[in-house]
């Protein structure tokens, strides 16, 4: 219905602003009490759905009424919150013409290659879906955004940590501090590239469960596609970070045409994954998609990284032999917890949990035998044990 697409266009917009303002919430430092607003949000969020599916009132106008709800809340909360901080969204201070026509030409030369490269990078993303649904049909397509849905989960936290590491480098590159700059993506990129293999091996092994749990038996053919897809966030942490020095930096023509390239390049493995076998493709269907997305993604963030650590200074075959190291000392151990809890256990949820317990135990074993695989020291550990510890006594 015509009335859908214009409450979806509103959504949208309000989804617009509101990544703007956590923006600036974030580059005025005021993430943390950003994010406690957030949790309220969504603690109001959940009740009013909760009502809503318990008063059998949930249909999909409804569904927009609350998005538009929550977003104009979200957006009320922040504003408050910048007030008290004495931070106006929209400044009654007027500039100068001269300052207006720089800011202007400075938005349209950082802006312009981000928003050509984000508009074909959308038709070709939307091509792939295409590819899938012309050559696999619905229920491929279903499987894929099953699976897609895992994979952004795996992502939740890394995606979390990433404007605050963009906040800072944007700082470092702003007062001059090549050294900080270096310092900040040697500690953090490794870092939370590491935490990402931890929560994409714990799905990737007992994939089979992880459909089952998700989707129900009847999606029970995602499993591989769930498997390759929990692998798919260990390098869009890498793009999330890869694209803070970026941007920082203003390099984003240089960002677009890496990024087209690997889009084009893209298109066509996914064409020859996805295309039935008369065609000259391989036929994979989901299994496929999430498999391209996996190497495409590989390669793409590896050659931007290549550009950064140049930039950097940085050695870029030690940043790729830590990507390889995580995944094999991690997965080894993430495949032993699977397997421990699948000998002992022959129940679907009770055996996933206790992988999760026994994998727990074995990555805190890691962290003090391999610490530098997190970025860290065991001095470092043993200080935040201590500060963790006091800070359970003080509340």
């Known amino acids: 219905k015509p009335l859908f697409i214009w409450l979806a266009l509103f959504w949208g917009f309000l989804y617009w602003s509101h990544q703007i303002v956590y923006k600036i919430i974030d580059a005025y430092g005021l993430t943390v009490d950003g994010e406690k607003a957030i949790i309220i949000k969504n603690l109001i969020g959940l009740c009013i759905l909760g009502a809503l599916y318990y008063l059998g009132e949930l249909n999909l106008l409804v569904l927009f009424i609350y998005h538009f709800f929550i977003f104009v809340l979200m957006l009320f909360i922040w504003w408050k919150l910048l007030k008290n901080n004495n931070i106006e969204i929209v400044p009654s201070q007027r500039l100068e013409k001269g300052l207006v026509n720089k800011y202007s030409i400075e938005f349209y030369q950082f802006s312009m290659p981000l928003f050509f490269g984000g508009l074909f990078g959308f038709f070709l993303g939307f091509a792939d879906r295409w590819l899938l649904q012309l050559f696999g049909g619905s229920s491929e397509q279903g499987l894929y955004s099953i699976s897609y849905k895992v994979g952004a989960l795996c992502f939740l936290f890394t995606a979390s940590m990433a404007p605050l590491f963009t906040r800072e480098i944007s700082r ?73 020095v970026y941007f920082a930096t203003g390099q984003t023509k240089l960002y677009r045409n890496i990024g087209l390239s690997i889009a084009l390049f893209g298109l066509i493995v996914s064409y020859l994954f996805l295309a039935p ?119």
Not at 200 to 229: D, H, N, Q, R, Y
Not at 306 to 319: A, D, E, G, R, V
Not at 349 to 356: A, D, K, P
Not at 374 to 394: A, D, G, P, V
């Open 172 to 244: 470092a590159y702003g007062d001059n501090r090549p050294e900080e700059m270096r310092r900040l993506f040697l500690r953090f990129v490794p870092m939370l590239y590491s935490i990402a293999v931890c929560i994409g091996a714990f799905f990737f092994f007992p994939s089979e469960k992880v459909t089952i749990l998700f989707g129900g038996e009847s999606f029970k053919g995602a499993t591989m596609s769930i498997a390759l897809m929990s692998l798919y966030p260990l390098h869009q942490t890498y793009g999330q970070l890869n694209s803070a």
């Open 277 to 395: 076998k008369g065609n000259f493709g391989l036929n994979l269907g989901s299994t496929g998609l999430a498999l391209k997305m996996v190497i495409v993604q590989f390669i793409g963030q590896n050659i931007m990284l290549w550009y950064n650590t140049k930039y950097l200074n940085i050695s870029f075959f030690k940043m790729l032999g830590h990507q390889f190291l995580s995944i094999i000392i991690i997965g080894a151990i993430a495949g032993l917890a699977t397997l421990i809890a699948d000998t002992i256990f022959y129940n679907i949820i009770v055996s996933f949990l206790t992988s999760g317990l026994i994998y727990i135990v074995f990555l805190m074993g890691i962290l003090f035998i391999f610490p530098s695989l997190f970025s860290t020291n065991h001095n470092e550990i043993i200080q935040n044990i201590k500060l963790f510890k006091l800070k359970i006594i003080s509340s």
